[in-house]
Every structure is written in C-alpha cells, then in structure tokens.
C-alpha cells in the first residue's frame, strides 16, 4: 500500500504570495491532518479534515486554509505568505472514524522557505 | 500553552546504552499517547503508542511507561544502535472530536555513538 505522498517537496516564494500544498492520504484513509514543523515552535498543528469537514483547528490565523475532497484528497493554502512561515508542513492520513482512535501516518513534508 | 514537555532535548549515548526520554502532560482528557522517530528528511513514522489503563507496552527494543497519576511517560531504548540515531517525538491526543489532533513534545534528539 502506498504511503502518504505530498506535493511539492520544496517550494520557495516570496513575502506576500500565496501557497497551496497538496496531500495524497493512504488508500483507504478519511481523515487528513495538517501540522507545521520548524525548529523553534516544534510540531504544531493545523488543521484536520475527514469527510470533507474541517473537524478540529489548531492555533494559527486566518492566513491558513484547507480543504479536502470527495477522494479524501486534502490541500492547505497559505495566503500573504510571511518570512515565519518558512517551515516543513506535514500532513498525517489516518482510518480515524468517530469512536475509533488509530495510528496517523506522515508523509514526508514540504519544505516551504520564503523570502 | 504547551501542554506536553518533553526532555531532555538531547541526549548522547554508547552502543548498547539504554537511552529514556521523558514526556509529561496536563491535560487530564488525553487518552492516547504515541512516540514518533524522525530522521533528516523524513516525516515523523509511529514507533509505539499506549493508552493510560496500562503501565508498560513493550515491542521489540521499545518499552513505553506510563504513569497515569504523575500524568508523565517515558520512552526506552535497549540496547540502542547507531541507526536508532534520529529525534523522537512524544504525543498525545484527547478522544471525542480530537481524534485527529496530536499535541507533540518539542522533540528530543538522540545520538547513538559506535
């Protein structure tokens, strides 16, 4: 079975444009996760999606967006991108159906640095 | 509010040393406590995971012990090997509509020496 897969792997923009990341969650999987990694903040998290849902929110403002689709396909955009958001985003599919609690299985991130 | 801390940041040991990492939490509605081992350019892959009705999970070189009063876990390594060189993250996760929300340790990085 394939894993997570994320695109693109790397990305470099500039302050002030927009950014849409996208994730392949595993076959099967119908919740989807984001979370962003740097070295001074850790592992935050974002945002998750089942069913087309956004069902829990992190911390972060407005700026960050998601979605996901019918295929539980899932992407995040980040509008007026600033030099902090520089970070590897991750996204993490899991089973996760109400009442079940399960494994969330990463993908191998993407690495957004703005200039 | 950093609701899980971990420690120590780093840490160094010899071939065949048992490395223990620390975790501690406070939010008493976590219900699920995973670790996740990342290398360089890598996303975080499950290593082991418990739940607070028991106090040790073993599974191969990993043992997990959790005491739920001191609302605290630790992660131990026997018998570590260079390869096992990589950052470790612990994690927790409330149950009801939080399935799908790890609140993560700052992460530790482990050295294994030859």
């Known amino acids: 079975k394939a894993g997570v897969t994320q695109t693109p792997r790397y990305l470099i923009k500039t302050r002030g444009q927009q950014v849409t990341l996208s994730c392949s969650p595993i076959?099967?999987?119908?919740?989807v996760s984001w979370y962003q990694q740097t070295p001074g903040q850790g592992l935050q998290f974002l945002f998750e999606?089942?069913?087309?849902?956004?069902?829990n929110k992190g911390n972060f403002p407005g700026r960050f967006s998601g979605r996901q689709f019918s295929n539980s396909r899932s992407e995040m955009n980040v509008s007026t991108l600033e030099l902090g958001d520089s970070a590897l985003y991750l996204c993490?599919?899991?089973?996760?159906?109400?009442?079940?609690?399960?494994?969330?299985?990463f993908g191998p991130g993407t690495r957004l640095t703005v200039l | 509010q950093q609701q899980v801390k971990q420690s120590p940041q780093s840490l160094i040991v010899q071939k065949g040393g048992i490395p223990i990492i620390n975790c501690a939490y406070e939010?008493?509605?976590?219900?699920?406590f995973p670790w996740y081992q990342q290398f360089p350019g890598k996303g975080p892959a499950l290593l082991i995971a418990?739940?607070?009705?028991?106090s040790e999970k073993k599974e191969g070189r990993f043992t997990i012990s959790f005491n739920k009063s001191a609302k605290q876990f630790s992660l131990h390594i026997m018998d570590s090997q260079p390869g096992d060189s990589a950052t470790y993250f612990c994690?927790?996760?409330?149950?009801?509509?939080?399935?799908?929300?790890?609140?993560f340790g700052q992460g530790t990085i482990l050295t294994v020496h030859p």
């Open positions: 939010n008493t509605a976590f219900d699920y």
């Open positions: 418990i739940r607070p009705d028991v």
């Open positions: 076959s099967g999987h119908r919740s």
């Open positions: 994690a927790a996760r409330a149950g009801g509509t939080s399935y799908g929300k790890l609140t």
């Open positions: 999606y089942f069913s087309e849902t956004q069902r």
């Open positions: 993490a599919s899991s089973l996760a159906g109400q009442g079940i609690a399960d494994t969330q299985y």
